[in-house]
C-alpha cells in the first residue's frame, strides 16, 4: 500500500487568483491520478499523470486550467487556475500501480472560491 | 463506455441491522471492481475488491460478489455499527482501456442509528 498525503488540506480564495496542490506518496508509484468530487457529488477525473510524459487530460478538463506537473515518482501538483466560485470542490489525488490494479487516495484539499 | 449505477442514499439503518447496497456496472473489457468508503471530513479509503468472476472481496465484515452475469457488485454486511456511517463509493477499473482509471458510481451514504 502507499501513503499519500495533500497539501494545503483546505484553502479560501479569490475568483481569479490560482492555487497549486501538492501530493506526496510515501512510496514510488508509476501512476497519479487526480480527481474532482464538488459538492454532494461523486469522483470526477480530472486527469492521469505519469512521470516523464505530458498529463492525460479527461473530457471537459483542460491543461491550460488544470496544469499538472510529475517531476517524479513520488509527487505531483496540480494547479486550479483563474478561479471562479464553479470550481469550489474536494480535489483528491491518487496513486498506484499497474500490476496491483488498486489506488490510495489522499485525503483531499477542500477548496471554496469566493 | 464505463459506467457504475448505485442504489441512491441516503440508507438509514438501526444499529446491527443487515445492509445492502447495491451496485452494477457497464465495461467493455473485464473490469477489476471497488468498494471505496469514505468518513466524514476524510479521504477516500480501499474497503475491498475483486478482480474477476465469482471473486468475493471482504473487510471488516463488507463482502462483495463480482457477478459477471448480473454485472453486479454489492455490498453486504450482517450486522452494521454507528462507525459503519460513511459514503460508500462502488467503482471499476476496466484495464482494457489502459492505465488503470477508476469510474465511481454516485455514492450511497449510509446512516447507522443507536
Known amino acids: 500500500s502507499a501513503v499519500i498525503s495533500q497539501k494545503p488540506s483546505r484553502d479560501i480564495c479569490q475568483r481569479g487568483t490560482s492555487l497549486t496542490i501538492q501530493c506526496q506518496v510515501d512510496?514510488?508509484?508509476?501512476?497519479m491520478f487526480w480527481y474532482r468530487q464538488q459538492p454532494g457529488q461523486s469522483l470526477t477525473l480530472i486527469a492521469t499523470?505519469?512521470?516523464?510524459?505530458?498529463?492525460?487530460?479527461e473530457s471537459g478538463f483542460v491543461i491550460d486550467k488544470f496544469p499538472i506537473s510529475r517531476p517524479n515518482l513520488t509527487f505531483s501538483t496540480l494547479t486550479v487556475s483563474n478561479m471562479s466560485p464553479e470550481d469550489s470542490s474536494i480535489y483528491l489525488c491518487?496513486?498506484?500501480?499497474?500490476?496491483?490494479?488498486?489506488?490510495?487516495f489522499g485525503p483531499g484539499t477542500r477548496l471554496t472560491v469566493l | 463506455g464505463d459506467s457504475v449505477t448505485q442504489m441512491e442514499g441516503p440508507v438509514t439503518l438501526s444499529e446491527e441491522a443487515f445492509l445492502t447496497i447495491n451496485c452494477t456496472y457497464t465495461?467493455?473489457?473485464?473490469?477489476?471492481l471497488f468498494w471505496y468508503v469514505q468518513y466524514p471530513g476524510e479521504g477516500l479509503q480501499l474497503l475491498l475488491k475483486?478482480?474477476?468472476?465469482?471473486d468475493k472481496g471482504s473487510n471488516k465484515g463488507f463482502e462483495a460478489t463480482y457477478r459477471k452475469e448480473t454485472t453486479s457488485f454489492h455490498l453486504e454486511k450482517g450486522s452494521v455499527q454507528v462507525s459503519d456511517s460513511a459514503v460508500y463509493f462502488c467503482?471499476?477499473?476496466?484495464?482494457?482501456?489502459?492505465?488503470?482509471?477508476?469510474?465511481f458510481g454516485t455514492g450511497t451514504q449510509l446512516k447507522v442509528e443507536l
Open positions: 491518487s496513486g498506484g500501480e499497474v500490476s496491483y490494479n488498486e489506488q490510495f
Open positions: 512510496s514510488q508509484v508509476t501512476m
Open positions: 499523470a505519469n512521470q516523464g510524459s505530458e498529463a492525460t487530460y
Open positions: 465495461a467493455t473489457g473485464y473490469p477489476s
Open positions: 475483486a478482480t474477476k468472476a465469482d
Open positions: 467503482a471499476l477499473s476496466d484495464r482494457a482501456g489502459g492505465g488503470n482509471k477508476l469510474t
